[in-house]
C-alpha cells in the first residue's frame, strides 16, 4: 500500500519539447493546487528559438511549479521533481534537480537516434548516472495509447495526449484534484469532442496508473496554506496588467485604448485584452512600435486611457513618442515587459536591463515617473497606480514588469474594484483664462497637472504638438525663457508626485546589513532573508516601487546601515542610481543568466557577510 507522508512544499518541474504541451499542463497543475488551497509560484521557461529542432537541448520547453502550505515568494530554486519527456528534456535540466529528486520519464523516447540528438553517448536510464536520484522509468506513451485506443485516434494524435497522462499521475502523486483540469479540457475543446474525450482520457488513466502500480512507495500531502481570507485565482503578470488597465479605465470612466504591435514577453497582454471589447476595450494592434505609442497619444488627446505595451527592443523604438507626450503632457501608460538583451538577445528569458532606460532613455530633459511590479499579482497593483498617476499628473509613467512576473502565475486575492483609489480625469469644461479664453497650459496649482480639454469641447478648441511651449497658451515658443520656464516646470511636476515613503523591514532595529531590490528580484530577497532571520542572523531589507521619483525617506534610510547591498538581474543599475544620488557606498550583487535570482545562493552570499558584520 502507498503511503503518505506531508510534506510543507515541493518544487515540479515539468519538461520536454516545444510541442509536448509542457506550458498547458503546468498551468493546469497550478490551477489545481490553487483550488486545493495552497499557495503556489510558476516558472514557465521557453526555448528561445522558434521552432528548434524536436529533440534536441534548444527546443526544450519547461514549468516549475513550488506548492506550499504557507506563503512563498518564488517558485524554487531548484525542483524535487522532475517529468522529462524525452532524453533532451533530462539532460537540459538534470544539473538543476535536488541530490535524491525524483525523476519521471517517458523510456518511449529513449531511442538511440533520440539520445544521440540530446548529445548522449550511453543511455542515462542503464549507465548508472542517475543512481543518486530516485528514477521512476516507464513507457508512458505506450500506456497513453491503450487509455484513449478505443477512440480510434492516429497515432500521431494520441501520442499528443501524453501530457495529460503524466499530469494525471503528478496529480495523483501529490494528493491534487483533477476535476479543474477536466472542467478546462471540456471548455477549451468544446468544438472538438473527439479531442476533448482523449485528453480527459488520458489524464484519468495517469491517475488510475499511480494507484494502481507499485512503481511509488510514497504519496505527499501538501495542506492548504493559511491566505488571508478573501476570493482567489490564479493570475499571470501580463493577465493582471490587462486586469488593471481595465480597472484603472472604470474608475476613471473613461475608455481603455491600446496602442500595442505583437513582442515576446509582452503579446500576451495584447490577447488578453483584444477579447474583452464587450467591456469597452479598444484595441489595435499598430504596424510598428512607433505607430503602437503614437496612436495611443492620439487617444489620449481624445480624452481616452492610452496605453502602450512592450518589451526592451519596442522601448527603443517607442522612445521618440514618449518624448512627445512628455513635451504635450498628456497621460500615457507604458508597460514594459522587460526581457535580456541588447538587442533580439533573449527574447524568452527575464532580465530586470532597462531601468536606466526608462528613467533616461529620452532625448532633452524629459523627465518622467517610473514604478515597477514586484510578482505577478503585484502587476495588478503597479499598474493601476501607472494608470492613476498618469491621468492625475497628465504625464506618461513607464511600469516596468518583466518576462519573469508577465509569464509566471501566483494566487491573486480580488479586489473590491469599489475600493481601489479613485482616478479623477478633472476634463476642463468652461474657459480658464481671460477673455473667454482657453489656456491648455494652465495648471493647477497642487500638482502642476495642465488642463486636459476632450477636443471638440465648444469654446476649449486648442492645438498641441511636439515644438516647445508659451506657458499657459501653449503656443509655440522658440524664446529661451519659455523654453526653461517649461523644463523647470515639467520638472517639477514629476519631483512633486506624492510619492510614499519606503517600507524598511528591519524588526529589531539594529540589523547593520540591508538589502534593496526592486521589481522581480523581491521574491528571492524575501525568501532570503526570512530565511537569513530563521538562523538568528538579523538583515534588513527595502523593497521598491518608485524608482522616480524615489521615496522621501531613501537616503535616510540607507544610511542607517554599514552595508547596502542590491541584488538585480542586471550589471548595476539600480545600484549605480542610489550611490550617483545619495553617495552612498553601494555594493551589487548581479546576475544575468536570464534566469531570476535564486533565493539559495543568495543566502549562501549574504550569510558570511553577515557574520562578519557581527563579530565586528
Not at 518544487?11 to 498547458?24: N, T
Not at 522532475?82 to 534537480?97: G, S
Not at 507626450?325 to 536591463?353: C, D, F, I
Not at 540607507?558 to 542610489?578: C, F, M, S, T
Amino acid at each position: 500500500m502507498t503511503g503518505l507522508d506531508s510534506v510543507v512544499s515541493v518544487v515540479i518541474r515539468f519538461a520536454g519539447d516545444s510541442g509536448d504541451g509542457i506550458q498547458v499542463v503546468g498551468e493546469c497543475f497550478a490551477a489545481e493546487t490553487a483550488l486545493a488551497g495552497n499557495d503556489f509560484f510558476t516558472l514557465p521557461n521557453y526555448p528561445a528559438e522558434i521552432r528548434a529542432p524536436q529533440g534536441t537541448i534548444g527546443g526544450v520547453s519547461s514549468y516549475q511549479v513550488q506548492i506550499a502550505d504557507s506563503e512563498i515568494f518564488t517558485p524554487g530554486d531548484r525542483p524535487g521533481v522532475l517529468v522529462a519527456f524525452n532524453p533532451a528534456a533530462l539532460k537540459a535540466n538534470l544539473a538543476d534537480l535536488e541530490h535524491g529528486g525524483l525523476i519521471i520519464v517517458d523510456t518511449a523516447e529513449f531511442t538511440p537516434r533520440s539520445l544521440t540528438k540530446a548529445g548522449y553517448t550511453e543511455n542515462p536510464l542503464e549507465d548508472g548516472s542517475l543512481d543518486d536520484y530516485n528514477l521512476t522509468a516507464f513507457n508512458f506513451t505506450e500506456q497513453t495509447q491503450q487509455a484513449v485506443e478505443s477512440l480510434g485516434l492516429s497515432r500521431k494524435d494520441a501520442n499528443r495526449t501524453r501530457n495529460f497522462y503524466a499530469l494525471g499521475l503528478v496529480s495523483w502523486l501529490y494528493g491534487k484534484p483533477i476535476e479543474p483540469t477536466v472542467d478546462f479540457l471540456e471548455q477549451k475543446f468544446a468544438n472538438s469532442p473527439l479531442i476533448m474525450q482523449a485528453n480527459i482520457a488520458a489524464l484519468k488513466a495517469g491517475n488510475i496508473f499511480g494507484d494502481a502500480s507499485d512503481m511509488f512507495a510514497t504519496r505527499y500531502e501538501v495542506k492548504k496554506a493559511d491566505l488571508p481570507a478573501g476570493t482567489y485565482r490564479q493570475i499571470s503578470g501580463n493577465r493582471a496588467t490587462a486586469y488593471a488597465l481595465m480597472a484603472a479605465a472604470a474608475r476613471a470612466d473613461m475608455k481603455l485604448f491600446l496602442g500595442a504591435y505583437p513582442i515576446t514577453p509582452a503579446s500576451d497582454v495584447l490577447h488578453f485584452l483584444a477579447e474583452a471589447k464587450a467591456h469597452g476595450v479598444m484595441t489595435y494592434q499598430a504596424e510598428d512600435e512607433i505607430a503602437a505609442a503614437c496612436s495611443a497619444i492620439g487617444a489620449s488627446f481624445a480624452g481616452n486611457l492610452g496605453v502602450t505595451v512592450t518589451s526592451g527592443p519596442g522601448m527603443d523604438l517607442k522612445t521618440e513618442a514618449i518624448g512627445l507626450a512628455v513635451m504635450l503632457e498628456l497621460p500615457l501608460v507604458v508597460v514594459n515587459v522587460q526581457r535580456g538583451g541588447p538587442s533580439t538577445g533573449l527574447p524568452t528569458k527575464t532580465e530586470q536591463a532597462d531601468l536606466l532606460q526608462a528613467l533616461f532613455g529620452r532625448h532633452g530633459e524629459a523627465p518622467l515617473p517610473v514604478l515597477a511590479a514586484g510578482s505577478p499579482a503585484d502587476c495588478f497593483t503597479a499598474v493601476y497606480e501607472a494608470a492613476r498617476i498618469a491621468v492625475k499628473y497628465r504625464t506618461p509613467v513607464i511600469c516596468l514588469t518583466d518576462g519573469y512576473l508577465g509569464n509566471g502565475a501566483e494566487p491573486w486575492k480580488i479586489p473590491d474594484i469599489a475600493a481601489l483609489p479613485p482616478i479623477e480625469p478633472g476634463f476642463a469644461t468652461e474657459p480658464n483664462g481671460a477673455d473667454e479664453k482657453y489656456l491648455p497650459y494652465f495648471r493647477d496649482s497642487q500638482t502642476l497637472a495642465r488642463s486636459w480639454a476632450i477636443p471638440g469641447t465648444p469654446g476649449l478648441e486648442h492645438r498641441i504638438g511636439g515644438l516647445e511651449k508659451t506657458p499657459e497658451t501653449g503656443a509655440v515658443a522658440y524664446d529661451p525663457q519659455s523654453h526653461a520656464t517649461m523644463i523647470e516646470l515639467r520638472k517639477q511636476k514629476i519631483a512633486g508626485i506624492e510619492v510614499p515613503n519606503c517600507r524598511l523591514d528591519d524588526p529589531d532595529g539594529d540589523a547593520k546589513v540591508c538589502l534593496v531590490s526592486w521589481g522581480s528580484a523581491y521574491g528571492a530577497v524575501w525568501a532570503a532573508t526570512s530565511r537569513i532571520r530563521d538562523t538568528g542572523r538579523k538583515i534588513a531589507r527595502i523593497q521598491l516601487r518608485w524608482l522616480n521619483p524615489l521615496p522621501p525617506n531613501m537616503g535616510e534610510a540607507l544610511a542607517k546601515y554599514d552595508r547596502v547591498i542590491v541584488p538585480e538581474v542586471n550589471q548595476g543599475q539600480l545600484a549605480w542610481l542610489l550611490r550617483a544620488k545619495y553617495l552612498k557606498e553601494v555594493e551589487q550583487y548581479n546576475r544575468t543568466f536570464g534566469l531570476p535570482l535564486s533565493q539559495a545562493e543568495l543566502i549562501d552570499y549574504l550569510i558570511p557577510i553577515i557574520d562578519a558584520e557581527e563579530s565586528k
